[in-house]
T-cell receptor
Framework: GAVVSQHPSWVICKSGTSVKIECRSL??????MFWYRQFPKQSLMLMAT?????????EQGVEKDKFLINHASLTLSTLTVTSAHPEDSSFYIC??????????????FGPGTRLLVL | QKEVEQDPGPLSVPEGAIVSLNCTYS??????FMWYRQYSRKGPELLMY????GNKEDGRFTAQVDKSSKYISLFIRDSQPSDSATYLC??????????FGAGTTVTVRA
């Protein structure tokens, strides 16, 4: 089946640095990708919708200047957490819908990236 | 009011028991209803996927959808310790956006 990969799987960084997380669709094209954040013992919260060739759409309360999204190709979206702070420590997951909604899955999820900001 | 409500539990049952999970939702536009299982520090994996009212079975799992009541359920029969995980309901809205419930943490005791 279709696969979505994320890199890195986990990252530790100092407060104030920027971290880039990549999300790739490995054997299908994804004009749209979604970025979620999940804090411990909480559900996945949609942060933004990444659109190939256009600006991302951010959910209410998500700072677009803090979480930069670039969807430069049909198989790659990147999320950059700028000037990361300890409160940004979380589990970041991307997903992409299948090319056809009749497929068994409605979303293909990446394995997630765990970010720890010291 | 959240679009999707799910009791976060935790829920603890003995091995072999039936696990019953449910969610309610408020958005009538939701057409697809999913249950995901998530182990600690892993991405969610799809368990069940349905788009109509009624029951759907897959092995030990049964998903129920009642669109008139805006209520969905997941039942796990003959539960095993390996079923211990967090179970999230999710609903697909416009533009492929998923709305998740809070997730219910389930522990099956051996």
């Amino acid at each position: 089946g279709a696969v979505v990969s994320q890199h890195p799987s986990w990252v530790i960084c100092k407060s104030g640095t920027s971290v880039k997380i990549e999300c790739r669709s490995l054997d299908f094209q994804a004009t749209t990708m979604f970025w979620y954040r999940q804090f411990p013992k909480q559900s996945l919260m949609l942060m933004a919708t990444s659109n190939e060739g256009s600006k991302a759409t951010y959910e209410q309360g998500v700072e677009k200047d803090k979480f930069l999204i670039n969807h430069a190709s049909l198989t790659l979206s990147t999320l950059t957490v700028t000037s990361a702070h300890p409160e940004d420590s979380s589990f970041y997951i991307c997903s992409a819908p299948p090319e056809s909604i009749t497929a068994k899955e409605t979303q293909y999820f990446g394995p997630g990236t765990r970010l720890l900001v010291l | 009011q959240k679009e999707v409500e799910q009791d976060p539990g935790p829920l603890s049952v003995p091995e072999g028991a039936i696990v019953s999970l449910n969610c309610t939702y408020s958005n009538s536009a939701f057409q697809y209803f999913m249950w995901y299982r998530q182990y600690s520090r892993k991405g969610p994996e799809l368990l069940m996927y349905t788009y109509s009212s009624g029951n759907k079975e897959d092995g030990r799992f049964t998903a129920q959808v009642d669109k008139s009541s805006k209520y969905i359920s997941l039942f796990i029969r003959d539960s095993q310790p390996s079923d211990s995980a967090t179970y999230l309901c999710a609903m697909l809205g416009m533009w492929y956006k998923l709305s998740f419930g809070a997730g219910t943490t389930v522990t099956v005791r051996a």
